[in-house]
């Protein structure tokens, strides 16, 4: 196995796949839409939105481009997500976070439907998930997984560790690893003597938001280690939660940043808009 997971090529397989499954949707007449929002011109924003159209327009995914004004009222963009919902033929509703202030993320999050839900937001898709239901999956957590599979390493009766425990990738990261009988501990800032807990670990996931924290003092030797952090240096270059060099030698499998966990982020964010065409398709049945 390499040492190195690879997210670009791991990513770029899998939207291979997702490829041939709307081509085959688009033979039965089916075609894959998804409607994306955004507010205000947030210069991160932009670029993130750019990527999802570039990547719904190289897997044959139809993409409507919502571009609204800073000034928008949360009232306009109520009305414009009930809009959406109500049309059969999209399939997914991205709202790009972050949003102005004077708009609520929660009330805008639970105001898509759990069906076009394919950030895997909403409480009711959280809700599934913690119940090891169907539902949508937060996008960054499922990649993680698919990383890990598609690398051949088991995680059922691993020791799992997981830092951080945001609603976006802690603990969805954590219900998945269960779903994967792992047994997980999750740490946060509040957690006493980190290091020892970390150095439990078969597979680490650092989700913590700062910048080459995790050094070897962390690391079990071994270990599987996801980082999921991503931050822009003095000297402009990118790193992650992670220091790389300093553990690279310890562990038997780390995913680089860039070209590890980000890949797949937008990836699995196609893949739930594919599989909610098919769930879609199946109750018109």
């Known amino acids: ?161 997981v830092i951080g425990r945001s609603n976006i990738v802690g603990k969805p990261m954590a219900a998945l690893l269960l779903k994967e009988d792992a047994t997980v501990t999750v740490c946060h800032s509040k957690t006493v003597d980190l290091k020892s807990v970390a150095k439990r670990a078969d597979i680490l996931i650092a989700a913590l938001g700062k910048p080459k924290f995790i050094n070897r003092d962390f690391i079990k030797e071994g270990a599987v280690v996801i980082d999921v952090g991503i931050h822009r240096l003095d000297n402009k270059k990118l790193c992650g939660d992670v220091d790389f060099e300093d553990v690279y030698d310890l562990v038997s499998a780390i995913t680089p940043v860039p070209g590890g966990v980000g890949p797949m982020t937008i990836t699995m964010l196609m893949k739930n808009c594919v599989e909610s065409a098919k769930e879609m398709q199946n109750l018109r049945k």
Not at 25 to 30: A, C, D, H, S
Not at 95 to 124: C, R, T, Y
């Open 1 to 161: 196995m390499d040492k190195i997971i690879d997210g670009k090529q791991i990513s770029s397989a899998l939207k291979e796949e997702l490829k041939k499954e709307v081509s085959q949707l688009m033979e039965q007449g089916i075609e894959v839409t998804l409607a994306v929002i955004q507010v205000g011109s947030d210069p991160a924003s932009t670029v993130y939105v750019g990527n999802k159209k570039k990547a719904c327009e190289y897997i044959g995914i139809r993409s409507l481009a919502y571009e609204l004004k800073e000034e928008t009222t949360q009232e306009e963009l109520l009305a414009l997500i009930e809009e959406l919902n109500q049309k059969v033929e999209v399939n997914g509703i991205l709202v790009q976070l972050p949003l102005p202030k004077n708009i609520k993320e929660d009330v805008i999050i639970k105001a898509i439907s759990p069906q076009k839900d394919v950030d895997g937001f909403h409480p009711e898709n959280v809700g599934l998930l913690n119940t090891g239901q169907k539902g949508f999956v937060s996008c960054t957590p499922a990649g993680i997984i698919e990383l890990i599979k598609r690398s051949g390493i088991r995680i059922s009766g691993k020791e799992c560790v």
